[in-house]
Nanobody
Framework: QVQLEESGGGLVQAGGSLRLSCAASGRTIAMGWFRQAPGKERELVAAVGWSGTSTYYSDSVKGRFTISRDNAKTTVFLEMNSLKAEDTAVYYC???????????WGQGTQVTVSS
């Protein structure tokens, strides 16, 4: 069982930046960040594999968000730049066996971008 704890959410103006962190209780193979806005389905926005070199970004965040992980393979970061109002959502950290399959989930952290 892996426990995940997110931090770093908050309120920011459009065009600003935020950095999300997710600490896992153990090593994980793949880690990802999902988000869910009110009335919308949860979507995968970024993911990183074990080595840190395999990454995935949704088209909506490509070029603005950067995912990375520490050498201990227990913490993942999401650097979010040029934030837009449509980035407002609850962001969830997840861990799993590959970039598309996730088993463990964090509680979520709210990101609000004011326009």
């Amino acid at each position: 069982q892996v426990q995940l704890e997110e931090s770093g959410g908050g309120l920011v103006q459009a065009g600003g930046s935020l950095r999300l962190s997710c600490a896992a209780s153990g090593r994980t193979i793949a880690m990802g960040w999902f988000r869910q806005a009110p009335g919308k389905e949860r979507e995968l926005v970024a993911a990183v594999g074990w080595s840190g070199t395999s990454t995935y970004y949704s088209d909506s965040v490509k070029g603005r968000f950067t995912i990375s992980r520490d050498n201990a393979k227990t913490t993942v970061f999401l650097e979010m730049n040029s934030l837009k109002a449509e980035d407002t959502a609850v962001y969830y950290c997840a861990a799993g066996s590959n970039l598309r399959t996730y088993t463990y989930w964090g509680q979520g952290t709210q990101v609000t971008v004011s326009s």
